[in-house]
């Protein structure tokens, strides 16, 4: 079936600094992927969708300049945090969209900002 | 207001017995739902999708149900295993735009005891 990879599956930064996470499809090419953010017993929330080639399109309250999108691939996107902040600190997943396909998602990435 | 509520956030039964799950929305007109499974730090795993014309779908031991007059779904496992323990999501799709605009209900975290 369908995988999903997302990496790092955990990771802790100071505040004020940049954190990349990156979302792959292994065997299927993902014109569009998802981002999405968890955070403890509240709902999955979608954050943009990414298309390939093209700009992100961001939910609203959710600021591009704080969370930049590149989906440079069919099988690549990534998610950066700028300047993070302890508040940013949350499970962020992708998931990955193919024709005819329900979508799969990432195993998530933890973040933590001290 | 739109709501999307899952009936509790833990629910405890007795291995063998059947489980039964609860998504409830209101003020949405979705043209289809899904149920997904999320295991720990893990991203959500696509179990289902029912269309709005249809009631019933089975996959396995799995069941939904779907009442657009009642505006709610009903996810069953039967013969329940403490492998079935995770929290299950419901997910309402269809309203246009990106095939991620999934709205999440918060999941229900189920427990089966041997």
Redesign the interface.
């Known amino acids: 079936g369908a995988v999903v990879s997302q990496h790092p599956s955990r990771v802790i930064c100071k505040s004020g600094t940049s954190v990349k996470i990156e979302c792959r499809s292994l065997d299927f090419q993902a014109t569009t992927m998802f981002w999405y953010r968890q955070f403890p017993k509240k709902s999955l929330m979608l954050m943009a969708t990414s298309n390939e080639g093209s700009k992100a399109t961001y939910e609203q309250g959710v600021e591009k300049d704080k969370f930049l999108i590149n989906h440079a691939s069919l099988t690549l996107s990534t998610l950066t945090v700028t300047s993070a902040h302890p508040e940013d600190s949350s499970f962020y997943i992708c998931s990955a969209y193919t024709q005819s396909s329900p979508l799969h998602f990432g195993n998530g990435t933890r973040l933590t900002v001290t | 207001s739109q709501k ?1 509520e899952q009936n509790s ?1 833990a629910l405890n039964i007795q291995e063998g017995k059947t489980a039964t799950l609860t998504c409830n929305y209101t003020n949405y007109s979705p043209a289809y739902l ?1 149920w ?1 499974r999320q295991d720990p ?6 179990l289902l ?1 029912i269309r709005e014309n249809e009631k019933e779908k089975r996959k396995e031991r799995l069941k939904v149900t779907f009442d657009t007059t009642l505006k709610q779904s009903l996810f069953h496992i039967t013969a329940s295993q403490p492998a079935d323990s995770a929290t299950y ?1 419901c ?1 309402l799709g269809g309203f246009g ?11 229900t975290k189920l427990s089966v005891k041997p």
């Open positions: 999307i956030e899904q997904y730090g893990r991203g959500p795993v696509f999708l999501l997910a735009g990106s095939q991620g605009n999934l709205i999440f209900g918060k999941g």
